[in-house]
């Protein structure tokens, strides 16, 4: 026997009602443990006590090193975004860009430190030796500093979505002389095409 048209129309709706609820409820679990997770790192970072947060304290520092202190701020955002919307992560290139500066930033920090990650003590952790590691290997131990900065730099600009110039004032003046044709100083005006 077919099933009334307004009975399945009802049983839909009372389906996705459900499924709208079940929903939430994994939201709101999810952000409760994300919460819980930010204040177990913060005790582990702090004052490592019993054997799960001494294990996550090495963990957190050998993978991330000086990174690892940094680590429950977006755990503790990721998990208020679901109640407060604004604070949802929103797929962008300025999100990317954050994302791909701090790991340079780890990078660089063990570039200049250069201690060994196992000891848990390093700047940059295995993450900052890997990316750090992978540059020398192909720029040398010179041109990786100059690599991760321009990089860095790169990531700075797209993340804030404004021009150099606004972040190094100088470099605003320079640009603003070489579009004038003064570069050279005390010149006035443009130079010509026969050097005057």
Same mark, same amino acid.
Request: hydrophobic share 55%; proline share 6%; with cysteine.
């Given at each position: 026997?077919?099933?009334?048209?307004?009975?399945?129309?009802?049983?839909?709706?009372?389906?996705?009602?459900?499924?709208?609820?079940?929903?939430?409820?994994?939201?709101?679990?999810?952000?409760?443990?994300?919460?819980?997770?930010?204040? %177990?790192?913060?005790?582990? #970072? *702090?004052?490592?006590?019993? $054997? @799960?947060?001494?294990?996550?304290? /090495? &963990? +957190?520092? =050998? !993978?991330?090193?000086?990174?690892?202190?940094?680590?429950?701020?977006? %755990?503790?955002?990721?998990? #208020? *975004?679901?109640?407060?919307? $604004? @604070?949802?992560?929103?797929?962008? /290139? &300025? +999100?990317? =860009? !954050?994302?791909?500066?701090?790991?340079?930033?780890?990078?660089?920090?063990?570039?200049?430190?250069?201690?060994?990650?196992?000891?848990?003590?390093?700047?940059?952790?295995?993450?900052? &030796?890997?990316? =750090?590691?992978?540059?020398?290997?192909?720029?040398?131990?010179?041109?990786?500093?100059?690599?991760?900065?321009?990089?860095?730099?790169?990531?700075?600009?797209?993340?804030?979505?404004?021009?150099?110039?606004?972040?190094?004032?100088?470099?605003?003046?320079?640009?603003?002389?070489?579009?004038?044709?003064?570069?050279?100083?005390?010149?006035?005006?443009?130079?010509?095409?026969?050097?005057?």
């Amino acid at each position: 026997m077919l099933q009334p048209i307004w009975d399945r129309d009802r049983s839909k709706r009372r389906r996705g009602a459900q499924r709208e609820v079940d929903d939430r409820v994994r939201n709101e679990v999810v952000g409760i443990a994300l919460l819980a997770v930010a204040l %177990l790192s913060i005790i582990a #970072l *702090a004052a490592p006590e019993g $054997a @799960l947060l001494a294990w996550w304290h /090495a &963990a +957190l520092r =050998a !993978t991330l090193g000086w990174g690892a202190l940094v680590v429950p701020a977006p %755990l503790v955002l990721l998990g #208020l *975004a679901v109640w407060v919307d $604004a @604070l949802r992560p929103r797929v962008s /290139a &300025a +999100l990317a =860009a !954050t994302i791909v500066g701090a790991f340079v930033l780890l990078a660089l920090a063990q570039h200049y430190q250069d201690v060994d990650p196992t000891t848990g003590d390093s700047a940059g952790g295995f993450v900052g &030796a890997a990316i =750090a590691g992978a540059l020398h290997g192909v720029l040398g131990t010179v041109g990786t500093p100059i690599a991760l900065g321009a990089l860095l730099l790169a990531c700075a600009v797209v993340a804030a979505n404004r021009p150099l110039g606004e972040f190094v004032p100088p470099f605003g003046r320079l640009r603003d002389h070489f579009a004038s044709g003064r570069i050279l100083p005390g010149r006035t005006a443009p130079v010509d095409d026969d050097g005057t």
